[in-house]
């Protein structure tokens, strides 16, 4: 009986352990497909109705801002000039974050693991290897924030899936993009 007692508690720790783990290596195999540049890959780590959505509410939001912060919100102009630049928004978020979106960005190297050796790069074309944060911010979500300096910009926001599955549901837009 108590050989019966350890054998469970193990495994009971190793399907806790695996399950903390998981969008760690859901991470750790995203990252792989940007390097192999393998869209396939990557799109069945993304949730592509999810975050279309969330990119669409963040670009929406911050266009409304700066429409009323440049026209005014008392300009009737400025209600029809949001709404045409809304549906056109849509249409090109929906063409960007979509299967053949990924594979558009990926095939033509819009979205490169490398560093581009520019003037301010180093010089023997060693790579900048990427500054993030990546933690649980509740039971069934995972967020990773790029850090720029001091200050943390942007995040992915990964959802739990089943047990042990996750992707990529949202995108928090910069400060700085979300403010223009």
């Given at each position: 009986?108590?050989?019966?007692?350890?054998?469970?508690?193990?495994?009971?720790?190793?399907?806790?352990?695996?399950?903390?783990?998981?969008?760690?290596?859901?991470?750790?195999q995203?990252?792989?497909?940007?390097?192999?540049?393998?869209?396939d890959?990557?799109?069945?780590?993304?949730?592509?109705?999810?975050?279309?959505?969330?990119?669409?509410?963040?670009?929406?939001?911050?266009?409304?801002?700066?429409?009323?912060?440049t026209?005014?919100?008392?300009?009737?102009?400025?209600a029809?000039?949001?709404?045409?630049?809304?549906?056109?928004?849509?249409?090109?978020?929906d063409?960007?974050v979509?299967?053949?979106?990924?594979?558009?960005?990926?095939?033509?190297?819009?979205?490169s693991?490398?560093?581009?050796?520019?003037?301010?790069?180093?010089?023997?074309?060693?790579r900048?290897?990427?500054?993030?944060?990546?933690?649980?911010?509740g039971?069934?979500?995972?967020?990773?924030?790029a850090?720029?300096?001091?200050?943390?910009e942007?995040?992915?926001?990964?959802?739990?899936?089943?047990?042990?599955?996750?992707?990529?549901?949202?995108?928090?837009?910069?400060?700085?993009?979300?403010?223009?």
């Amino acid at each position: 009986m108590k050989k019966i007692t350890i054998a469970a508690a193990v495994a009971a720790i190793a399907i806790a352990a695996t399950a903390y783990a998981s969008p760690y290596y859901t991470l750790h195999q995203i990252k792989t497909a940007l390097a192999e540049r393998n869209a396939d890959a990557l799109a069945a780590h993304v949730d592509f109705s999810a975050l279309r959505a969330s990119v669409k509410t963040q670009l929406e939001a911050s266009m409304a801002r700066s429409i009323e912060a440049t026209a005014g919100s008392g300009n009737p102009l400025a209600a029809l000039g949001q709404s045409i630049a809304s549906a056109m928004l849509g249409k090109m978020v929906d063409t960007m974050v979509s299967p053949a979106g990924v594979v558009a960005l990926v095939n033509k190297s819009a979205v490169s693991p490398q560093a581009s050796n520019t003037a301010d790069g180093p010089a023997d074309g060693a790579r900048k290897k990427a500054d993030y944060s990546a933690g649980y911010a509740g039971l069934n979500t995972f967020i990773v924030r790029a850090k720029d300096g001091n200050a943390q910009e942007g995040a992915l926001v990964l959802l739990r899936h089943g047990v042990w599955g996750w992707k990529l549901s949202s995108i928090e837009i910069a400060s700085a993009m979300a403010a223009r």
